[in-house]
């Protein structure tokens, strides 16, 4: 008998070996993936704590003379500003007035407007009442700004610090949770802007998307592979589909301005043609593993039911179909997420607007929550980078929760059938 062990080609120990080297390199692989997604969410975890926090000052405001019957004419940004002098009366420079009024955020007019109308016992008398601090107070109070730096190459100066600290002293600066990051719509002021508008962008323009491309890609999936002739047609139709799910994005957006806006005149920058931009680009995706999970179907299926006297439709759409129905919600899922994720085509249809009203129909104008995190990270403003990171985990945990009702929905009917 021949001992093959001996021979340089059969040496077991060098097969273990060279084995070995290779599960080890496959699970480093692995570990340094982990490391850089773990590093990349703590980063960006890291960077949006600042979003969570909203820091406020208490201003004494005077509102013995404001009518109760003429809220809406009364001029709430002055009387923010007579509050503000009041409680520094030596300021009397212009320069240094000015600098005074930036310690609340510009929109504290509008925020003592909305504390009176919601609260009319304030009307006739001296309140004191919290308003949002501005971007730069935020950034000081909070400790991310290098004070050691000389003033000159600071957003707060000496005398602005020495006004901060004195609010502090008296217990006029408080820090808490920023819920307004999750109601509030778009803003040019970092410590006022929301995400909520966007949100209900995106949400509205992937109800559009999923309703036009679900069931179309379902049924142009299932004549294809079930019902339609093998000849030249639905060769080329088969390899133009392929070649559709490999195209950029910025062409299906090129297309929805030349066809939706151009042609037919629908509203520009709307969730509608968002969403029907969005379900061209996710068509070709939810086919293609549409046509994939009905080939997974065993031909015995069909077959059976066809002995029992089902006719081809029947055989297909009560026998086939809810066995393949798991796996095309799965070709669903991907596509939804990319278009959930996918700037490109929006900005070209103009949903890179500024819309600051949250939508309430897909006929309004909106932006979505990829193109709001894209304006962000483009502002030069430190709060906004802070937004930014907050904004890329909540669409995280929109995908995340889009996924799980789309996988709880798919194992029921893997139950079911």
Excluded at 93 to 120: C, H, I, M, T, W
Excluded at 151 to 177: M, Y
Excluded at 187 to 212: D, H, K, M, N, T
Excluded at 311 to 334: C, E, K, N, R, S
Aim: glycine share 8%; with cysteine; proline share 5%.
């Amino acid at each position: 008998m021949i001992d093959f062990s001996k021979h340089a080609g059969f040496d077991l120990s060098v097969r273990t070996r060279a084995e070995k080297r290779f599960q080890w390199t496959g699970r480093l692989a692995i570990l340094l993936s982990l490391a850089f997604l773990g590093w990349m969410m703590v980063t960006i975890i890291w960077g949006a704590i600042g979003a969570t926090q909203s820091v406020q000052i208490a201003v004494s405001v005077d509102l013995s003379r404001v009518d109760g019957q003429a809220i809406e004419n009364t001029r709430f940004g002055s009387i923010v500003k007579t509050g503000l002098r009041s409680q520094f009366p030596e300021v009397s420079k212009r320069a240094d007035k000015k600098k005074l009024y930036n310690l609340v955020s510009p929109e504290g007019g509008f925020e003592l407007a909305r504390q009176v109308q919601k609260n009319p016992d304030l009307l006739g008398e001296t309140a004191l009442i919290w308003l949002t601090a501005s971007d730069d107070l935020s950034q000081y109070y909070r400790g991310q700004m290098d004070v050691d730096l000389p003033e000159d190459q600071r957003q707060v100066s000496d005398l602005e610090i020495a006004w901060i600290t004195d609010l502090a002293d008296r217990g006029q600066i408080r820090t808490k949770a920023n819920w307004g990051f999750f109601t509030n719509g778009d803003s040019r002021e970092p410590e006022i802007a929301g995400i909520l508008a966007a949100l209900v962008g995106s949400a509205l323009s992937l109800a559009v998307c999923f309703a036009l491309s679900f069931p179309i890609g379902i049924a142009a999936a299932t004549y294809l592979e079930e019902f339609a002739p093998l000849n030249r047609i639905s060769d080329i139709v088969e390899v133009n589909i392929n070649n559709l799910a490999a195209v950029p994005s910025i062409v299906f957006g090129l297309l929805g301005l030349s066809i939706f806006l151009g042609y037919f005149g629908l509203p520009r920058s709307s969730p509608l043609v968002g969403g029907m931009v969005l379900s061209l680009m996710t068509l070709p995706t939810i086919i293609i593993a549409s046509r994939a999970s009905l080939k997974s179907v065993p031909p015995s299926i069909k077959e059976a039911a066809l002995a029992l006297g089902a006719t081809p439709v029947q055989a297909v759409f009560h026998h086939v179909f809810p066995v393949a129905l798991p796996g095309m919600l799965t070709g669903a899922i991907i596509g939804m997420a990319r278009a959930l994720g996918d700037t490109a085509p929006l900005l070209m249809i103009g949903m890179v607007a500024f819309i600051v009203d949250i939508p309430k129909s897909i006929l309004e104008p909106a932006t979505a929550l990829p193109v709001q995190i894209f304006l962000w990270a483009d502002s030069p403003e430190r709060a906004f980078s802070e937004k930014t990171s907050a904004a890329i985990l909540a669409l995280l945990f929109f995908l995340v929760a889009m996924n799980l009702v789309a996988i709880l929905l798919r194992r029921k009917l893997e139950q079911r059938f």
